[in-house]
């Protein structure tokens, strides 16, 4: 899928999802949170990542955390009920959700039907900022969106200090 396909595609499911954001193009890459945080101006506590985990028995989960954190992969297998949780391969990730890394939208992981946990201290905030498609687009919308809408389970999924 070429680029503007991509925003396209983003933009169409948001709509047909009831998901309000918006998405915007930003002249840097925005592919890791130090990017993001270059890109757009913005602190590591409004961008998000959207990570996708592959089990032993290659099933996929979803987590949404801060930029700023990092996810606690113990607390996610015992919420999740799966051992040895892992990082999907980025052939993985454009495979199962037609995104590159860097490009993967929140709200993919509920077209693709991927269970999936959001950080509560992403949900605290007013609004956060994701990729909108592509390393160069972003999307701006208010979390609580991903559980009020698309049912993704709220859990305190990060690493604390």
């Known amino acids: 899928m070429k680029e503007n396909e991509k925003i396209r595609t983003v933009g169409e499911l948001a709509n047909s999802l009831s998901f309000q954001c918006e998405v915007f193009y930003h002249e840097q890459s925005g592919r890791s949170t130090e990017d993001a945080i270059k890109a757009t101006g913005l ?6 990542k959207c990570l ?13 955390i801060r930029g700023s954190d990092k996810l606690n992969f113990k607390t996610l ?40 946990f959001v950080d509560n201290r992403v949900l605290s905030l007013d609004y956060v900022v994701g990729s909108g498609g592509t390393p160069f687009y972003g999307m701006k919308f ?20």
């Open 142 to 161: 208010n979390p609580r969106q991903l559980t009020e809408r698309l049912n993704y389970i709220p859990a305190d999924i990060i690493k604390v200090d």
């Open 52 to 64: 996708l985990l592959k089990t032993k028995s290659n099933e996929y989960i979803g987590a949404i």
């Open 77 to 116: 297998e015992s919420l999740s009920d799966y051992k040895n949780l892992r990082m999907a391969q980025l052939e993985d990730v454009e495979r199962e959700l037609g995104f590159e890394v860097g490009g993967v939208p929140a709200i993919i992981f509920f077209e693709k039907g991927i269970r999936t």
């Open 43 to 48: 602190d590591s506590h409004h961008i998000i």
